[in-house]
């Protein structure tokens, strides 16, 4: 099961086909519902093209280049160090990293919180490739010191020629963990309908929910330090990178703490793959590289918005 969801579309299309040629078609038929049972071989064909959407190994590939990217800037900070060569090896091309180096911590509490979330981080690049085998994706070339910067400069947190330095002390870290965490816990509500193996989906639901901790753990640490203004530019960029409306929210609303980013149902939004990659790439334009990942992500979903 875990090989077939990593195949992608096209090879799903392949197989239904063959199995036509081979007098198994009643296989596809059932799978598509009696409508399609009925349609021609060609209406199959195209009616198979517009089901389609990534495959399960797609998703989960997609999720691990972001975990690639949290566990090395939250590994960094805690340890001084990267991850392991041997948790960084797969498909695509295998790139390095820019950047990182430990933070010289000054509040045992957000030391304790960051040491915490790092562990996670890394187990959930552990877990991811595990599940996805030999076709997990390798660790793409990361950016974790110019882009820091870039995004600064383009959320008008600094001036056009200072420079942002994520890991020079606890406060800068928190900003930057912001700029990470709400991301991830929107991209992994946006991948879930669009699982179909319900165990990886589980799996999937508990990662988004230990992101959610991670989120507003770093939402409430800045929230304590009284960092509402410097965060609300931050919300700001990401809404202007991925260019829908003002779904994006910073830490204080009405006055009042906002640490959980919901709508009038309490429910948090979502972000498509290609909406997050606007946001990691620094990019509001469609592209497959930039900002956090300057040679691009692996795997089939590379392309923003």
Known sequence: MISRSSENATDRRRFLQSAGALGLGVVGANALGSGAARAEPDEVTETLAEADGPSDGAVLNFALNLEYLEAEFY???????????????GTGRRGGVVGGKKVPFKTSRIRQYATEIAADELAHVRFLRGALGSAAVSRPAINIRESFTWAARAAKLIGPHDVFDPYANENNFLLAAFLFEDVGVTAYKGAAPLITNKTYLEAAAGILSAEAYHAATIRSSLFEKDLAPQVVKL???????????????????????????????????????????????????????????????????????
């Open 75 to 89: 590994s960094y900070a805690v340890h001084g160090h990267g991850l392991a060569d041997g948790l960084t090896t």
């Open 235 to 305: 919300s700001a960029a990401r809404n202007m990178l991925d260019g829908y409306g003002d779904e994006d929210q910073g830490i204080v609303r009405d006055r009042n703490a906002n640490i959980n980013p919901t709508d009038k149902n309490g429910i948090n939004f979502s972000r498509s793959y290609d909406r997050v990659l606007n946001i990691v790439y620094l990019n509001p334009n469609k592209t497959t590289k930039g900002g956090f990942y300057p040679a691009g992500v692996n795997g089939d979903l590379n392309t923003s918005s």
